[in-house]
């Protein structure tokens, strides 16, 4: 369902959280204390109204709306604990938290809750960050934005314009989807996994972004970890004590070759993977992995992960036989992979044994990969260091269809 507001919408700190949103932007920053002294804010409503920009998303105001507007009162449901709590609310439902810091002490403008909401949100991926040239003790969130290569604006509309350009055309999300920001909303990885959540009437009521991880630095997500608080409709509760870890979805490939034995000898990949818990030390997995362009083909991703850590280079695509796409590990991760099989001529065959006996290592060295080929018969699997993972695909492939 695609739904768009063509109106800005201002939501204050004495307002509830909407239901509703397509896009947002939470304005963080120092407040004046003194009511005759005038809100920034005010200017960066102005700047997003304004024809040339038109902003048609909801803007968080962490003001109370009779203060905002100097109407001399504050609402009567507005208590500090409120706004605390208000703020941390909407700070977590923002697609984007903009830091404007005009920081002038002596002028009532510390900031130093600010300070706090800065440091609690460096790591979301939801920051955009500015303050004026003149402002007094930013040099410390100066560095911490540059140490993450992330921009420092000196003007507020400059600040403004950049948040606009993240949030694009933004995505309509309602009840508990406000909670997921567009940056994790957008992946191809999220949406596979809701999509099946809605499959059988569950729905998603609450969840925080507990940690992210982009590509080189773009705006491009390769995996985050979700918490989240499910409706289970065929059980009619809620779980919530769980988290959900989303990664760009695999091809894997299970090259083989039928030796003069009637033995099956298979391709596998040694590999260090930090997670790794054996007393081996190396991860052994058949090849695979992701690419990181969006809607590549996974038969063709199949073969470039053959060539990269096996050295084996096959044109023929249509020997690439493909098995089916299921689940790794469905208690922990939501990834996907996909499974293809292709048998080896003899020199082939050959041309990895020589690879293995040289020791010779493959991999993307950008990516800080380096793997190592390993021959192995089908005898020596239950004795190898596979994970269970790996002899259930290995196993499936070469005898499901049989």
Known sequence: MNKKNNTMKL????????????????LAGPSPRDKNVIDWRHEAVSYLSSASINYDGTIFIPVPEGRFHGTDHDSSTWTYDNQIS?????RHVADLIVFWIPRYIDEGMAGFTTNVEFGED???GKIVYGRPENAEKCRYLD???KELKLPVFTSLANTLHHAISLLGAGAYRSNGEVYVPLFIWKTQQFQSWYSNLKLVGNRLEKAKVLHHMKINNSQQVFSYILWSNIWIEAEKRYKENEFVFARTDISTILAYYKDNDDDIKIALIKEFRSPVNNSNGFVYELPGGSSFEPNVDPQLIAKHELEEECGINIDDMSRFKYVGQRQLAATLSSHQAQLYTIELTKEEYEQMLENEKSNRTFGVSEDSEKTYLKMISISQLQDSFLDFSMLGMIYYALYSNK
């Open 11 to 26: 939501v204050f700190s004495d307002h509830p959280v909407p239901s509703s949103i397509t896009k947002s932007i939470f």
């Open 86 to 90: 208000w703020e941390c609310e909407c």
């Open 122 to 124: 460096i790591h979301s």
């Open 143 to 145: 560095t911490r934005m």
